[in-house]
């Protein structure tokens, strides 16, 4: 039996190859995107679109600058001051033996 796309996708969690490059699959992500604004959305009896321009005005607005992802792991000084991290040591300033710190990971 032939399995669907949609089938495989669900099972694989892979897409099959379609387009030939990113941007051939960018361009029809943007039709099928454009093509679906016209949707009569069946919940609230409206267009999509108008829902969509209804609620970006509700949306924070995002920062100008960029976002560093990091999260922060304690250590502990050790009785010579210092902290290891991937496996280097670090001497830290103005903090006892057996203090916990924070570091960036």
């Known amino acids: 039996m032939l399995k669907t796309t949609a089938a495989t996708v669900a099972e694989t969690g892979v897409f099959p190859s379609l387009f030939e490059t990113q941007e051939k699959f960018a361009d029809e992500l943007d039709r099928l ?3 679906d604004m016209d949707r009569l959305y069946y919940v ?3 267009l999509t679109r108008e829902l969509w321009s209804e609620e970006k005005n ?3 607005k995002l920062l100008d ?3 560093q992802v990091y999260r ?4 502990q000084v050790n009785k ?3 902290i ?3 496996k280097i040591l670090i001497t830290v300033f103005n903090v006892k033996p057996g203090d916990k710190v ?3 990971m």
């Open 58 to 60: 509700k949306l924070n």
């Open 84 to 86: 290891t991290i991937d």
């Open 102 to 104: 924070l570091i960036p």
């Open 65 to 67: 600058q960029e976002f």
């Open 72 to 75: 922060l792991k304690s250590t």
């Open 33 to 35: 995107v454009t093509k």
């Open 80 to 82: 010579y001051g210092e």
């Open 44 to 46: 609230k009896e409206k």
